[in-house]
């Protein structure tokens, strides 16, 4: 099972690139949000690889909204772990996990330009 898990994470990071990430933003605050998170979700991996890949979407004019839920996502989310994890932690548990860390990575996004803006 951890064989597979981290053969899925490999490929995810190998088929996801920064130009396919930016053709999915289209510059709606909620939207992107979303879409952030979702996409960071699918292609969990590194936290260290977020950040470099945050920063070449930031630079590509993607929202820091976007790319905000995105490293949130990519690190605390995982569809990719969830067989793993549940059977490691239980169903019940990993699906409550998931669902709360999905709510907080999506506003926690929302909060991180916010606050920036009030900081400058």
């Known amino acids: 099972m951890l064989m597979g898990v981290i053969g899925l994470v490999g490929l995810f990071q190998v088929l996801v690139s920064p130009k396919m990430l930016s053709s999915l933003f289209r510059g709606n605050v909620a939207g992107d949000t979303l879409i952030g998170t979702m996409a960071g979700a699918a292609a969990s991996g590194n936290p ?14 993607i929202s820091l ?3 905000s839920a995105f490293i949130l996502s990519w690190v605390t989310l995982g569809f990719v772990h969830l067989p793993l994890e549940a059977e490691v932690l239980g169903f019940r548990l990993t699906l409550y996990r998931n669902i709360l ?16 803006q009030a900081l400058t």
Request: glycine fraction near 10%; proline fraction near 3%; charged fraction near 5%.
């Open 48 to 61: 260290v690889v977020s950040y470099l890949l945050g920063g070449e979407l930031l630079k590509q004019g």
């Open 65 to 67: 909204y976007a790319v």
């Open 101 to 116: 860390a999905f709510i907080f990575a999506m506003l926690i996004a929302a909060l991180i330009p916010i606050t920036l």
